[in-house]
């Protein structure tokens, strides 16, 4: 079945269109959470909570967006909230990196690095500029999609993006933030 499709039957109760649509773009949320909150079980319980919330607001899915928009919207709002509640900074979040048993000791320890690298230069990077970096980068989401999910205008988002970029470039390169 197509997306429209699945939608109209889960706004008309068929569970089973719905679970579908959920398990569909699961991992597509749980990697942007991933990505934006650099903790793995934090970015399990706010993917737990988008599928509840998109389970128990399905009614109100306008059609406006793909139905993964109107998902990574809704895990958006929620790590936003998190934050807050939390009050909560990056610098304390703790690693957790996976790696395949069958790596050898030296990938190992050049993938953790690398990692580490990564999660510095993004950690550093402010939350809403790391939120925009990543929908455009990591999931090529337009500038006006972005504006949608983040609810900001346009400009703002092609700002975040420019200054994300060049704030990364200056941490990967060894400088100091301004």
């Known amino acids: 079945m197509l997306e429209a499709e699945l939608l109209v039957a889960a706004k008309s109760g068929d569970r089973k269109s719905l679970e579908t649509l959920l398990m569909d773009n699961y991992k597509i949320v749980f990697g942007y959470l991933l990505k934006l909150s650099m903790n793995e079980d ?28 109107w998902l990574i919207s809704i895990a958006s709002n929620l790590f936003k909230d998190a934050l807050k509640k939390k009050s909560r900074t990056l610098e304390n979040i703790d690693e957790k990196i996976d790696l395949d048993a069958g790596e050898d000791v030296e990938q190992t320890i050049l993938t953790r ?17 790391r939120q925009a970096f990543i929908l455009k980068h990591y ?34 390169e060894g400088g100091a933030l301004e």
């Open 113 to 129: 690095e690398k990692l580490a690298i990564l999660k510095n230069a993004l950690s550093i990077i402010p939350e809403e500029m």
């Open 42 to 69: 934090t970015a399990r319980d706010l993917t737990q909570e988008t599928m509840t919330k998109a389970i128990v607001n399905i009614k109100n899915f306008k059609g406006e967006s793909k139905f993964a928009t």
């Open 139 to 172: 999931y090529n989401y337009s500038y006006e999609e972005i504006a949608l999910i983040l609810k900001c205008p346009v400009g703002t988002v092609r700002s975040r993006i420019h200054y994300s970029i060049k704030k990364l470039k200056t941490v990967l």
